[in-house]
């Protein structure tokens, strides 16, 4: 059975990742060092606990493995923390690639999934975001993701590292079995978050900023599924496999809602009211973005089935109510 090494397989994407690449019948090795990722979440494969910046460590678990791919999701992802601490994004997330990445080189294993997002597009006037479209960020979370994109192409270039690279826009659901699901502590993501307030696990919701350029004042997103997202990286992985080369995919699903949209969506799957108010905009927030993802679908055969805002806020909030870890 082949083995895939999984960085941030604790996390809530790399979670779901493990269980869809189980599914496709590869063996995922969580690497995780547990700072933002759960262990019970490890359900599908062998754990390993490390962090990116040990290569002693690192060179450990490629050598007991000898895993044909990486699928790299650990990373540090909040956008407010990014801002007023952009130290840790660029030593967590670009020195532990760069550190990934050369342990991956030197153990042969030249085949390198890649969770970068669509911030680090940054701001552009009302266009759908498509790959080359030019990048710049807004934030130190963009700029640590295409900093590692660009490392990427250099090893390609030097070494025949062969990357895919996925830019998610904005992940939300869970698995509909609830096996694992959305866990951050701090939690700073939409859908958690309402779903927290409906139910009285926090305080209300603050929406962030209403003076926004939009037809409501919200912020725009575009939201996809989490195992439709993972679906991809199935996909992506067979893509490398296949010999097919590095290549770019955006996954979102081409749709926008706004903040007061994906509320309203929840109000009416879960028959209860979101308890908000408004509040000042959020440094580093792009005012819309949107993926152009045709290349996700025509090239890598990617067709999401699950990113309505129905379904994704139907499997979070039954996740919600049914799903935990143990902490
Ligand atoms: N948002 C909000 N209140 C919150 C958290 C998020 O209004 O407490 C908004 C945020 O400004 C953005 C959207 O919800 O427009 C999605 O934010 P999230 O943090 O989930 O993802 P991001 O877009 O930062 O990746």
Same mark, same amino acid.
Request: charge should be negative; proline fraction near 4%.
């Given at each position: 059975?082949?083995?895939?090494?999984? $960085?941030?397989?604790?996390?809530?994407?790399?979670? %779901?990742?493990?269980?869809?690449?189980?599914?496709a019948?590869? @063996?995922?090795?969580?690497?995780d060092?547990?700072?933002?990722?759960?262990?019970?979440?490890?359900?599908f494969?062998?754990?390993?606990?490390?962090?990116?910046?040990?290569?002693? *460590?690192?060179d450990?678990?490629?050598?007991?493995?000898?895993? !044909?791919?990486? !699928?790299?999701?650990?990373?540090?992802?909040?956008?407010?923390?990014?801002? &007023? +601490? #952009?130290?840790?994004?660029? &030593?967590?997330?670009? $020195?532990?690639?760069? @550190?990934?990445?050369?342990?991956?080189?030197?153990?042969?294993?030249?085949?390198?999934?890649f &969770? &970068?997002?669509?911030?680090?597009?940054?701001?552009?006037?009302?266009? !759908?975001?498509?790959?080359?479209?030019?990048?710049?960020?807004?934030?130190?979370?963009?700029a640590s993701? /295409?900093?590692?994109?660009?490392?990427?192409?250099?090893?390609?270039?030097?070494?025949?590292?062969?990357?895919?690279?996925?830019?998610?826009?904005?992940? =939300?659901?869970a698995?509909?079995? =609830?096996?694992?699901? +959305?866990?951050?502590r #701090? +939690?700073? %993501?939409?859908v958690?978050?309402?779903?927290d307030?409906?139910?009285?696990?926090r305080?209300?919701?603050?929406?962030?900023?209403?003076?926004?350029?939009?037809?409501?004042?919200?912020?725009? *997103?575009?939201?996809?599924?989490?195992?439709?997202?993972?679906d991809?990286h199935?996909?992506?992985l067979k893509?490398?496999?296949?010999?097919?080369?590095? *290549?770019?995919?955006?996954?979102?699903?081409? $749709?926008?809602?706004?903040?007061?949209?994906?509320?309203?969506?929840?109000?009416?799957m879960?028959?209860?009211?979101?308890?908000?108010n408004?509040?000042? /905009?959020?440094?580093?927030?792009?005012?819309?973005?949107?993926?152009?993802?045709t290349?996700?679908?025509?090239?890598?055969?990617?067709?999401?089935?699950r990113? @309505?805002? +129905?379904?994704?806020?139907?499997?979070?909030?039954?996740?919600?109510?049914?799903?935990?870890?143990? %902490?």
């Amino acid at each position: 059975m082949s083995h895939v090494l999984v $960085t941030g397989g604790a996390g809530y994407i790399g979670s %779901h990742a493990c269980k869809a690449l189980a599914q496709a019948g590869f @063996t995922p090795v969580t690497y995780d060092n547990l700072i933002t990722g759960w262990q019970d979440a490890v359900q599908f494969g062998p754990f390993e606990q490390g962090d990116l910046l040990d290569r002693g *460590r690192l060179d450990e678990v490629f050598a007991k493995y000898d895993p !044909v791919a990486v !699928v790299h999701f650990a990373a540090l992802s909040q956008v407010g923390e990014a801002m &007023s +601490e #952009p130290g840790k994004y660029w &030593s967590n997330n670009v $020195t532990g690639s760069l @550190t990934l990445i050369e342990a991956a080189v030197a153990a042969n294993c030249l085949n390198f999934v890649f &969770s &970068s997002t669509c911030a680090t597009y940054g701001e552009h006037d009302n266009v !759908v975001l498509d790959e080359t479209t030019p990048q710049y960020p807004l934030n130190a979370y963009g700029a640590s993701k /295409r900093a590692i994109e660009d490392i990427l192409r250099d090893f390609e270039a030097a070494y025949g590292l062969r990357s895919v690279i996925f830019r998610y826009f904005n992940v =939300a659901g869970a698995d509909p079995e =609830a096996q694992v699901g +959305e866990f951050h502590r #701090p +939690e700073t %993501h939409l859908v958690p978050l309402i779903l927290d307030a409906i139910d009285g696990k926090r305080d209300a919701l603050t929406v962030f900023g209403t003076d926004y350029d939009t037809p409501d004042g919200t912020c725009i *997103r575009d939201y996809v599924h989490v195992c439709d997202l993972v679906d991809a990286h199935v996909l992506g992985l067979k893509w490398l496999q296949d010999d097919k080369g590095s *290549r770019v995919f955006n996954l979102g699903t081409g $749709t926008g809602f706004s903040v007061l949209e994906v509320m309203d969506a929840a109000k009416a799957m879960t028959n209860h009211q979101v308890p908000f108010n408004i509040g000042a /905009r959020r440094a580093g927030d792009c005012t819309k973005l949107v993926s152009g993802s045709t290349r996700a679908e025509q090239e890598l055969g990617w067709s999401p089935t699950r990113s @309505t805002l +129905e379904t994704m806020i139907t499997d979070a909030w039954r996740w919600h109510q049914t799903g935990h870890y143990n %902490h």
